[in-house]
């Protein structure tokens, strides 16, 4: 086609050498010829671009949700005791969830869901203080460490926020205690820290359900990954096994984010962790799950062995 456009513009420039100019049915003629080779490169072009951003979108979601579950496995690391439902669902003056609810702060218009709760030993170096004491100066300041509580939530914003898409995204809290700063003027810890207290009657769970925080302020968590599937928008496929507990149970909707608990080893806690990002909202706002697109919801998972260890009696 090239070619054939070629000769006829080749014959009308020197036809016109001669007439000194183009007819409009010529002109019309050339600009026909040439829409219908533009046309196809065109299109061409867009849909190669479509695909690229399409492409680049899954890429990004599945890097993102790598990366933070190597994040989570890399924290649990020294875990020392994970929260199972009956924790993240306690009810009364004393229940775990009634306290994460006031120690951990939600954004405005969202809706936060405690997915994953634990305890861990964060070890300190020897130039970190406990209490105002530089560790390095303490007679047994060998494997120092405090005692931290870590919660991951799913926050599902109604409307998009600011720097945030308008599906969920994982925030990552941590209650720390007893730990200052290097140079010891600032506390680091949240106002009105409580540890976890092992006295009392009960088994473990019983004694760990007890704890109550009593903070001045909630804390304010760290987006750990955007980009979550949000509550409600599909089924993520999780088949626990009898030994282990679905957190959250199916019935609640929740499917960007699951946690499989071992209740079979409470101390020493594993867990297998799940996250389905949403590529899709990375192209549109209203993206909700479906059959069709269901390459833009990619899943992985990462199995978690808890290391620490607690005192107990």
């Known amino acids: 086609m090239l070619s054939s456009l070629r000769f006829i513009l080749k014959s009308q420039l020197k036809r016109q050498s001669n007439r000194g100019g183009f007819t409009l049915i010529e002109l019309l003629v050339a600009l026909i010829m040439a829409a219908l080779i533009i046309t196809p490169v065109l299109g061409f072009m867009i849909n190669f671009l479509q695909t690229d951003r399409r492409e680049q979108a899954k890429t990004t979601t599945e890097q993102d949700i790598q990366s933070a ?4 496995a890399q924290d649990m690391q020294q875990a020392v005791y994970i929260y199972d439902l009956n924790g993240l669902n306690g009810t ?3 229940g775990i969830s009634d306290e994460l609810g006031n120690s951990l702060s939600c954004p405005a218009n969202a809706t936060c869901q405690p997915i994953l709760a634990f305890w861990k ?6 130039t970190d203080r406990i209490n105002g004491t530089v560790v390095g100066s303490l007679t047994n300041n060998n494997d120092a460490f405090v005692y931290s509580l870590v919660a991951y939530s799913l926050v599902d914003a109604s409307n998009a926020e600011k720097d945030w898409s308008s599906v969920a ?3 990552r809290y941590e209650l720390r205690g007893d730990l200052t700063t290097k140079d010891g003027s600032i506390p680091s810890d949240p106002a009105g ?4 207290n092992l006295e009392g009657s009960g088994n473990l769970s019983v004694k760990m359900n007890r704890w109550a925080g009593s903070p001045t302020t909630a804390q304010t968590g760290a987006t750990l990954v955007d980009y979550i599937d949000e509550p409600g928008s599909g089924t993520l496929t999780v088949s626990c096994s009898t030994n282990e507990q679905r957190i959250p149970p199916p019935n609640t909707g929740i499917n960007g984010f699951v946690v499989c608990l071992n209740l079979l080893q409470r101390t020493i806690p594993t867990a297998q962790v799940y996250i389905r990002g949403n590529a899709f909202a990375r ?3 209203n993206a909700p799950y479906s059959e069709g697109m269901s390459t833009f919801f990619p899943k992985s998972s990462v199995l978690v062995r808890g290391n620490g260890f607690l005192f107990t009696q």
């Open 92 to 94: 009364g003056d004393n």
């Open 169 to 171: 995204r994982i925030v």
């Open 69 to 72: 579950l190597d994040y989570i």
């Open 193 to 196: 820290f409580v540890p976890f």
């Open 283 to 285: 192209l549109q706002n």
């Open 121 to 126: 030993r964060r070890f300190l170096s020897r």
